[in-house]
Each structure stands twice: as structure tokens, then as C-alpha cells.
């Protein structure tokens, strides 16, 4: 079974986190949702989330992808922590998924992981000194490029996270996955 961590910071984008969680779980990979500082979380409306752990709980353990959620202040905390760094280099050493929706991108690029890398984010989110060193796609829902995944935002975050479940398990599970969500025909 392929394993996801999701850290949440207080401040996060909750539909954002709680699409991802969700869908991610349906489509059977074992997610753990990890806090900064343990308790509870409030994310950027005032919705408490429980993760399932801390982030110093499960730093060394081994996930496929680990994926950011946006919203603010959230992101900030993630980019000022030090330990999402460092597990987000160490994954990408190691040759594992990481993603980001929303403003979280940012953390991906001060992280020095968007360096000629075709990416998105949320319109305002992105600091312009990143922009010459990627190929910034602005109207794009959602930018696949090798082993990073980024996405615009909350408008986005259903096909993020099946775009996230079709990279760990595949075509059909993913249609699976969709199908039971109802989700109208495009157009």
C-alpha cells in the first residue's frame, strides 16, 4: 500500500487538506495527516482538524509522496519550518512525489525543488525572484512534471488529489475513485 504524509499547520486551507485526505483514502493509500506542534489545528476558516500525529513523530518514517496544503497562514508556518525542508529535499533525493496546491508551491520553490520544473500555484502566491528559474504555468488547474505535482488551489483540489491517486495506484483505480463521486461530465 503506498503511504502519504500530509502536514497540517495552524492556518492551513481546510478543504484543501481534508479533499486530499479523503480522496486519497478512497482510493486505498494509507495517508497520515502530521501537525507541526501536537494538538489540534485551525485551519484558515476556523475549521479544527485532529491529525493523526506530529511531524517529529514520523520524520524519519517512509512515505511514496508527501503533499503540501495551501492557505495562509499555513503555508508560512510550513515554509518557516525547517523540518519540511529538509524531509522535502530528502524525499526528492530519495526519488519520491512531492506536490503542492495553492500557495504551498512556495514552499517547494524556496526549497530549491522548482528549478526548471514546469509548475503552478495559486495566482499571488508565487515570489517573482522563483519565476526565472521555472516554467510557471498560471492558468494551469493542476502541473505534473516528473516527481512534482503543484495545483492552483481550493477550486482545485478534487482533481488534484485524483491526479495524486492515479500516480500511486494507477489509471483505474483513479476512474474508480471518480465515479463514485458523481462529479459532472466535462464539457
Keep these: 500500500m503506498k503511504k502519504v504524509l500530509i502536514p497540517l499547520a495552524q492556518g492551513c486551507e481546510e478543504l484543501e487538506a481534508v479533499t486530499l485526505i479523503d480522496l486519497l483514502r478512497r482510493a486505498g493509500v494509507e495517508v497520515t495527516t502530521a501537525g507541526l506542534t501536537p494538538g489540534a489545528v485551525h485551519g ?3 475549521i479544527g482538524l485532529l491529525p493523526d500525529t506530529t511531524l517529529d513523530a514520523v520524520l524519519h518514517a517512509d512515505f511514496d509522496l508527501i503533499v503540501l496544503p495551501g492557505g495562509l497562514p499555513g503555508t508560512t508556518h510550513l515554509d518557516e519550518d525547517p523540518r519540511i525542508h529538509a524531509l522535502l529535499r530528502r524525499m526528492d533525493q ?3 512525489l512531492i506536490a503542492a496546491i495553492c500557495a504551498a508551491p512556495m514552499v517547494l ?4 525543488l522548482l528549478q526548471g520544473k514546469k509548475a503552478t500555484s495559486y495566482p ?6 522563483h519565476l526565472p528559474a521555472m ?7 493542476v502541473v505534473h512534471d516528473d516527481r512534482v505535482v503543484t495545483s492552483r ?6 482533481d488534484f488529489a485524483l491526479t495524486l491517486a492515479e500516480l500511486l ?7 474508480q475513485v471518480e465515479a463514485g463521486l458523481m462529479r459532472p ?3
Excluded: Q, V
Design 44 to 46: 484558515s476558516h476556523g
Design 94 to 96: 530519495e526519488g519520491k
Design 109 to 112: 520553490a524556496n526549497a530549491g
Design 124 to 129: 499571488t502566491c508565487m515570489p517573482e525572484e
Design 135 to 141: 516554467h510557471y504555468l498560471a492558468e494551469e488547474p
Design 153 to 158: 488551489g481550493p477550486g482545485t483540489a478534487m
Design 169 to 175: 495506484t494507477g489509471r483505474a483505480n483513479r476512474e
Design 185 to 187: 461530465a466535462k464539457r
